[in-house]
């Protein structure tokens, strides 16, 4: 294929409601689309996750834009690729910016499913016809309120609940999840809001029965995780320390963690996903995929990612609904009993919403 055109969008999506976690609360997304078109007139989309500021990476929404902007696009245009793994080699000089490199090689990755004509989970060698989902719930305002948010997803039948905790709001608040709701499916997710100084805090929390504790260390850590997991009996999930098969590779050596979180955006594209999946697949190393508060292009490359074989915890990959008002995609992601059903058509199995997308967009800026 040869990308002769790209077009940016800056979106901005107001949410249900604020999403509040250690370093912060976000009410509403902004984010950028890619569109991307071959020289035979095939459209693919890709979707940036980066906030506005950079609470969970370095990477900002502006960064990203001028990553792209400047640097990426520049490289890709007009060049032959056959493969969308060749994104990656294309891009091997611009060093991280993993969110920039991740939302154009997604476009790729869907004109190329397109070519194929084959859905985008086939296309990455997914296999699933279903995906398990859980949801993640920010932090309350009461812990009764928490646990009614929490009793109302289980009733639209979410497998798994992620919970934000941070210090003094950790052992307390699971204590009384755990009271009402003993057999939950539960993890916690610390977004690093923690040091080896609170070792005993987190043994506390051996006592609940967790799936595991998302991300308590510092955010490029995998040392100190490798002690604390030998400290405490319940697996840790490595998430913001992940961003590069290599991160994966030295984090399962250490010992620093019994699962990992792939995120897309955070390891620099699908290729790159693929490659810790296989990894961890053959370390025994439990996968899930992670959300971004995502719209639905970013969300129907999730649903695709999770089709692969070795996602075998539910991921946060809720329905449209669960987030936003209206969703940029038709049709809209649907959780039915906890379930995601894997699109089968040809490309992404959604189809962008250009009405939605053109009364929420700001600005916009074409590459040809």
Not at 136 to 143: D, E, K, L, P, Y
Not at 179 to 189: G, I, K
Not at 227 to 232: A, D, H, R, S, V
Not at 237 to 259: F, N, Q
Request: proline share 4%; net charge negative; charged share 25%.
């Amino acid at each position: 294929m040869k990308v002769e055109k790209i077009t940016l969008r800056h979106i901005k999506m107001p949410m249900k409601a604020p999403f509040s976690t250690s370093f912060g609360t976000v009410d509403e997304k902004e984010l950028l689309l890619i569109e991307a078109k071959d020289e035979s007139g095939i459209t693919g989309w890709g979707e940036t996750v980066a906030f506005v500021a950079p609470w969970y990476t370095e990477e900002t929404l502006k960064t990203t834009w001028h990553m792209l902007k400047d640097f990426l696009i520049p490289i890709l245009l007009n060049k032959e690729i056959g493969h969308p793994d060749e994104v990656t080699t294309l891009f091997a000089s611009i060093r991280r910016n993993c969110m920039a490199k991740a939302s154009i090689e997604g476009a790729i990755w869907d004109i190329y499913s397109q070519q194929t004509k084959q859905s985008l989970a086939r296309a990455l060698g997914g296999q699933k016809t279903c995906i398990e989902v859980g949801v993640s719930v920010g932090i309350q305002a009461t812990i009764a309120q928490l646990i009614e948010v929490i009793k109302s997803h289980l009733e639209k039948g979410y497998k798994r609940v992620k919970v934000k905790i941070k210090p003094g709001y950790d052992v307390e608040v699971v204590r009384a999840i755990r009271a009402e709701l003993p057999n939950l499916p539960l993890m916690v997710d610390a977004n690093s809001a923690y040091t080896l100084n609170d070792i005993a805090i987190l043994q506390q929390l051996d006592d609940y029965n967790l799936l595991m504790i998302e991300q308590p260390l510092a955010p490029d850590d995998i040392v100190d995780h490798a002690t604390l997991q030998k400290n405490i009996k319940t697996p840790i999930c490595l998430d913001e320390s992940i961003t590069s098969y290599e991160d994966a590779r030295k984090a399962i050596e250490l010992g620093s963690c019994g699962v990992i979180n792939i995120k897309i955006g955070r390891v620099g594209g699908l290729t790159e996903a693929k490659r810790i999946h296989d990894l961890c697949k053959e370390n025994q190393i439990p996968v899930w995929c992670g959300g971004m508060l995502e719209a639905g292009i970013g969300r129907a490359h999730n649903i695709a990612l999770t089709s692969l074989s070795h996602f075998v915890l539910p991921g946060d990959t809720a329905g449209s609904s669960h987030y936003w008002y209206e969703d940029i995609i038709n049709p809209e992601v649907i959780v039915k009993d906890g379930y995601i059903d894997v699109p089968q058509e040809i490309g992404i199995g959604y189809t962008p919403n250009m009405a939605v997308i053109d009364k929420l967009t700001i600005s916009k800026e074409v590459y040809q």
